[in-house]
C-alpha cells in the first residue's frame, strides 16, 4: 500500500519557489526520501511567514527516486536543483501546479503514523519544529488531503480529456 508523507520546505525555500505557483511541480529533493517508493505521494507544505499556519504548496506523487542529481538535471532540463542525497520526480499523469493553499481547517486534524501524532498548534500556528522530519501520515489524515486537493487544488478535465480552468 502506497505511503502519504507530509513533507516540510523551510519559508525561505518555499520563498525561492514561489516564482513557481502554477507551474508544474515535477521534483523535490531531501535527505528524508530515503523512505520514499515509487507510487508514494509527499504532500509538500510550510509555515506561512507572517500567519503561521500551515501551507499547502503541493502534491508529488512519486514516479522515482534517485541519488543521481545529474540524472534528474537531465530529465529536468536544468542543473538549478538542491543539493540533497535523494530527488523524486513525479509520475508524469500526477504532475499537478504548485499552489498556496492553507491549511488552517485540516492542520489540527492531520494525524500521523508516529508517538507524537498530531501537531501542536497554538491559535492556529504551527511549531515548525515538528515538521523537521518528514512525518508519514495515517490513511484517514491521507483522505482528508486528498479530498482538500481535489475541491481546491486539482486540475479537472473537461468533457473531452483536456485540462480545464
Known sequence: MAAHFLSYW??????????GVGQPLRHSASAHYRRVVAGDTL???TR???????????RIVVGQRTADKQRV?????????????HHVLAAPESV??????ALRHLASALRFESVQDRLS??????DARQLQAMRRLTPRSADLLQQFW????????DESGGLSE
Open 10 to 19: 523551510k519559508p525561505s525555500t518555499a520563498r525561492a519557489e514561489r516564482r
Open 73 to 85: 538535471a537531465s530529465i529536468l532540463g536544468t542543473d538549478d536543483l538542491w543539493d540533497a542525497a
Open 48 to 58: 506561512g511567514e507572517s500567519s503561521g499556519e500551515l501551507v499547502l504548496l503541493g
Open 121 to 126: 498548534m497554538v491559535d492556529g500556528r504551527v
Open 150 to 157: 481535489e475541491q481546491n487544488a486539482s486540475p479537472r478535465r
Open 96 to 101: 499537478a501546479p504548485m499552489c498556496e493553499l
Open 43 to 45: 504532500w509538500i507544505v
